[in-house]
């Protein structure tokens, strides 16, 4: 069973990578699966928000709550320095 300390470490993981390129890999259920590039640019107690450039000069935010990467719904990749590390 998860604890408060484990969504906390979650959250400590991601905080330190604020600004930085991302890959996020969400379920959207029914097989059916989404893969975007952003960048990450913020983290609140609760949440985290990815924002994604979209064509045509278009910006959409995302937000995810630590449970989905904890629950395994969604998984995120930073991209740094041609390297890909996996936060979970």
Do not use: H, W
Not at 19 to 46: D, F, S
Not at 73 to 78: A, H, L
Request: aromatic share 6%.
């Amino acid at each position: 069973m998860a604890t408060r300390t484990t969504l906390n470490e979650i959250r400590s993981n991601i905080e330190g990578f604020v600004g930085q390129k991302v890959t996020l890999k969400a379920n959207k259920g029914r097989k059916k699966t989404t893969i975007r590039e952003g960048v990450l640019e913020n983290t609140y107690p609760n949440i985290f928000v990815v924002r994604i450039d979209g064509g045509y000069d278009t910006v959409r935010r995302v937000s995810y709550s630590y449970s989905d990467i904890l629950t395994e719904t969604v998984e995120i990749t930073i991209c740094k320095d041609d390297q890909r590390i996996k936060v979970s």
